[in-house]
């Protein structure tokens, strides 16, 4: 088994690899545009010097040849600039034909131009034009790769506004947020969490979960990370994993100086005993569910309903049969804090579970 620290190593390398591997197709991608730039408006000409300056050459320190992101960008001449004051106003008027036109005059002079794809990406947009929006957003994040925050927003485009094309555009999401990752790695959770709802989408579990649990060691016990990590465990059949997951966060919380329920909240509890549910660990199941439910409500001292096994009579709407049991201290608490206080959707599966361990009786009470 590969130690879990070099198996995300080995993620990252792998990354790396996808990522500059994406680049030159980006690139390539680039390329194809500009000709069918030049071809829809007649222009012969040779492409420019500035067609190559996206990618340089040079070596590492052992002397190695390799290819480096783009340079940085020159300050635009007097011509880009006017061009790009032309078609900006162009844009505010709503002429996007012709703001298309001059955009597309400076990519030509000089694609580095970062202002000219992200104009060009708004000008793609308004025209209904998803591919090309797309496009344009990632090559104008590519010009400034150490701004996560436009490769985020090209990840967003790709996953939300592509309408049909959305599962198309998913080796494109990934792209941009494993770029913002390494953009800016010491504040990556977005990124992260949007690459592991992609590589889920895309059938990737197990990547996935090595980005949550990533997630899960800048957050400990994150609930809704463990919300998500539970799902993929689950599609992985390794119910066990997650519930070790909510174990640890259930010690961390009621260790913690948090209020019961106050980030480990009824929506947890309710996953934690489907899992217990999910392996056909029903008793465990019904324990759980009482012990937590017991903590949110604030009764945790009540310790004595875990020896109760036959009956629930803990979590009936009134005292009639709790004050059978002699460690019962009527008045103690509000009736809100007993069988009132438990939702109805944690009802319903205790008496599933009385169903399933043979207790018909008792789950009819429930």
Not at 259 to 267: A, L
Not at 323 to 351: A, I, N, T, W
């Amino acid at each position: 088994m590969i130690p879990r620290d070099e198996e995300l190593l080995s993620d990252a390398d792998s990354d790396y690899l996808d990522l500059k591997t994406n680049i030159a197709k980006l690139e390539d991608s680039v390329r194809k545009f500009r000709r069918e730039q030049r071809d829809e408006s007649g222009d012969e000409d040779e492409e420019s010097p500035d067609e190559t300056r996206t990618r340089r050459k040079g070596r590492d320190i052992k002397g190695r040849v390799i290819t480096r992101g783009p340079r940085k960008a020159a300050v635009p001449t007097g011509d880009i600039r006017a061009r790009m004051g032309r078609a900006s106003q162009a844009f505010i008027e709503e002429n996007y034909e012709e703001a298309k036109l001059l955009v597309e005059e400076v990519i030509r002079i000089n694609a580095e131009t970062h202002e000219a794809w992200t104009l060009l990406a708004s000008i793609f947009r308004e025209l209904g034009d998803r591919d090309k929006t797309l496009l344009a957003l990632i090559y104008a994040a590519h010009l400034r790769p150490k701004d996560a925050t436009q490769w985020l927003s090209a990840a967003r485009f790709a996953l939300e506004e592509t309408g049909d094309h959305r599962s198309k555009n998913l080796p494109s999401a990934k792209f941009c947020f494993s770029s913002a990752i390494r953009a800016n790695p010491k504040n990556d959770f977005e990124a992260r969490c949007g690459k592991a709802e992609v590589l889920r989408e895309m059938g990737s579990t197990s990547a996935a979960i090595v980005e949550y649990r990533h997630i899960l060691k800048q957050r400990p016990h994150d609930t809704s990370i463990l919300r998500l990590i539970s799902e993929a465990y689950i599609d992985k059949d390794n119910v066990k994993a997650a519930l070790d997951l909510y174990s640890e966060a259930i010690d961390y919380y009621k260790a913690s100086d948090s209020q019961p329920g106050e980030k480990f909240t009824w929506s947890d509890v309710n996953i934690y005993v489907e899992l217990h549910a999910y392996l056909g660990q029903y008793a465990d199941a019904v324990k759980e569910l009482k012990s937590l439910s017991r903590w949110i409500l604030g009764r945790e001292s009540e310790l004595y309903w875990d020896d109760v096994l036959e009956d629930d009579r803990e979590w009936d709407s009134d005292d009639t049969r709790r004050v059978l049991h002699p460690s019962f201290c009527q008045g103690k608490y509000g009736l809100h804090q007993y069988g009132d206080g438990l939702p109805m959707e944690l009802r319903v599966k205790l008496g599933l579970y009385r169903l399933r361990l043979g207790f018909h009786a008792e789950a009819l009470v429930c």
